[in-house]
């Protein structure tokens, strides 16, 4: 394993010698094994690297927050899901007030709650089905209210990485890089200010990664210790394993089964990431069995880990079961009651197994709508295209308004910052060779989990489903750490394999002089695009040479 570090913390080698929170003080562990198993110091500048983390935090926030209201009205989406959030809010299901009946919707619901969520507590208007209601606890503008779910889930996403990014790459430096860059993504602030569910499943794959890391870390800290205290782990059977209990259990990988019924809650493709992690959970644990010295570690990890993930697994599900609690306790839902839908075959109205059967129907059709859903739009693209930028999607746009100008507009347009997402396939390419080269568990995670993101959907174009590069958005936080894998790289001096000489301190000191101006330039270019596509993410009022100027690639702009 390489690190990443800079030049305000120690390498990972540096930590190995034995502190506490290495998991193992030394002992009897040969140094080698110290340092295949040692994690982060979470002790290490904790004060520094959380008040840096604020300020990329703030960062992100003040520029989902500010405005947040305009465009006035709801744009693209938000016609359905505001509408749909607040029917959660005010009858437990999604309700067409217009109609006053239920509404047939093909998503399940936990984004919409939370997008409900901002309009209970700030309020909610629509003068199409005429509801008007009050904040509970302040009103404000109603565009605020819908949108204020979204604004908060994209600030948490970009703390996340931050978190994430240091604990990955030992470098509070790398992983505000990645929280920064994040922050100034074009296309994570378009939908971070707009209530459209993608940001939603965003944060929470984010969140699942982010806890198997910390599982990983924690494993490998027990392992540690038991090293330290003495195991032989080339005894057959529990006495070379660590002690069990229920401290010892694995309680950031269950929490990742959570998060993960989570994102299912929020899109169904929140399951492609499903058997991605579990994979990567399998990986690591072999890792540190090999690591530990045990004889057989594929056989004992999969003996030890298996039930666990079936465990992780069920809690999954019962997550998902229970976001859909406002429709299975309310006899309102569409599908819900058998006797409402005569001509609808397969429901029930028994007691209790009549609800779930009938949810069971309805995701049926639901599945259905999804896979016949091949109309053409004017905004669809495909995968191929999206990491190039291919054809973004106008949320919005208007070419009234006065500017100075004989002519307006505005526009909000779900477009990546280009030189951040133009660097993404180049970091893919980088990432998986340096991978390959430093055998690092850090590049094999990033690139599973960004191809969890992007490839089924590559499957389904095969069929002509209709696509929008909106449906990439889970995957964006592992692209960004792939650009930041790639940045550390050019910073840190390769592993050598003895008995090859290390590098002297000074050619050290040169690599992470020459590589922090690449790296800090890089950022600096990417802050520079994004100031000058920031107009056209949040819908600002331009002159129409100005709009025009920034539609780079005309005619897939436009």
């Known amino acids: 394993m390489t690190s990443a570090s800079t030049a305000q913390e120690p390498s990972t080698t540096d930590r190995a010698a034995g502190s506490p929170n ?82 047939y919707v093909v998503h399940p619901p936990l984004g919409k709650w939370l997008i409900g969520i901002g309009e209970w507590a700030f309020g909610y208007q629509d003068a199409e089905s005429n509801v008007s209601v009050p904040g509970h606890l302040m009103t404000t503008a109603p565009e605020f209210g819908w949108r204020f779910g979204a604004a908060v889930c994209g600030t ?4 996340l990485l931050v978190r994430i990014g240091r604990r990955m790459f030992r470098s509070t430096t790398l992983g505000c890089a990645a929280g920064l860059l994040l922050a100034l993504d074009g296309f994570h602030l378009v939908l971070s200010r707009t209530a459209i569910l993608d ?30 205290d003495g195991l032989d782990p080339t005894v057959p059977g529990r006495a070379g394993r660590p002690a069990s209990g229920w401290r010892s259990w694995p309680w950031w990988r ?14 169904w493709s929140g399951l492609y990431f499903v058997p991605a992690f579990a994979l990567l959970v399998l990986l690591w644990e072999v890792g540190v069995r090999r690591s530990a010295g045990v004889r057989r570690p594929w056989r004992d990890a999969v003996l030890d880990e298996l039930p666990w993930l079936l465990l992780a697994g069920v809690l999954m ?16 839902g569409y599908y819900r009651l058998a006797s409402r839908y005569p001509n609808v075959e397969g429901l029930s109205d028994t007691p209790f197994v009549g609800a779930l059967i009938n949810l069971w129907e309805y995701h049926k059709a639901a599945y259905g709508f999804h896979a016949q859903l091949d109309d053409p739009h004017k905004y669809q693209s495909w995968p191929w295209q999206w990491l190039l930028l291919g054809r973004p999607v106008a949320f919005a746009w208007s070419g009234e308004g006065t500017c100075g100008a004989p002519s307006c507009a505005s526009e909000v347009l779900l477009l990546g910052t280009p030189l951040l997402w133009w660097s993404f396939l180049p970091a893919l390419a980088a990432t998986a060779w340096l991978g390959l080269a430093r055998r690092d568990w850090r590049a094999g995670a990033i690139l599973l989990s960004a191809a969890a993101g ?53 050619q050290v000191n040169d690599r992470r002089l020459v590589g922090g101006i690449i790296a800090g330039a890089y950022v600096l270019l990417v802050a520079l695009c994004f100031g000058y596509f920031y107009p056209i993410f949040v819908g600002k009022l331009l002159p129409y040479a100005d709009w025009s100027a920034r539609m780079w690639l005309d005619g897939r702009w436009i």
């Not at 948490?156 to 703390?159: A, D, G, N, R, T």
């Not at 269950?254 to 809650?265: E, I, T």
């Not at 599900?317 to 309102?332: E, H, K, Q």
């Open 454 to 506: 992007l490839l089924p959907w590559f499957w389904f174009a095969l069929d002509g489903r209709t696509m929008f590069s909106f449906y990439a958005a889970p995957a964006v936080p592992f692209l960004v750490l792939a650009v930041v894998y790639v940045l550390g790289a050019m910073v840190t001096p390769a592993p050598v394999t003895p008995p090859a000489a290390p590098p002297s301190a000074e």
């Open 22 to 103: 290495d998991g193992g003080g030394g002992g009897g562990i040969p140094a080698a094994v110290r340092r295949r198993l040692t994690t982060v110091d979470d002790h290490l500048g904790r004060g520094q690297a959380w008040l840096a983390t604020g300020v990329v935090v703030a960062i992100a926030a003040i520029l989902r927050f500010v405005g947040l209201s305009r465009p006035a009205g709801k744009i693209f989406d938000e016609t359905y899901y505001a509408k749909d959030a607040y029917g959660l809010i005010d009858r437990g299901v999604e309700w067409n007030y217009k109609d006053n009946g239920p509404s």
């Open 156 to 159: 948490l996403s970009v703390l």
């Open 199 to 228: 940001i939603f499943l965003l944060l929470f794959v984010l969140a699942a990664f982010g806890a198997l890391v910390l599982d990983r870390d924690a494993r490998r800290r027990r392992w540690a210790r038991a090293l330290a």
């Open 317 to 332: 599900v019962v997550t998902y079961v229970a976001t859909w609690s406002g429709w299975l306790l309310s006899d309102a």
């Open 254 to 267: 269950l929490a990742a089964g959570v998060l993960l019924g989570c994102a299912c809650s929020v899109k």
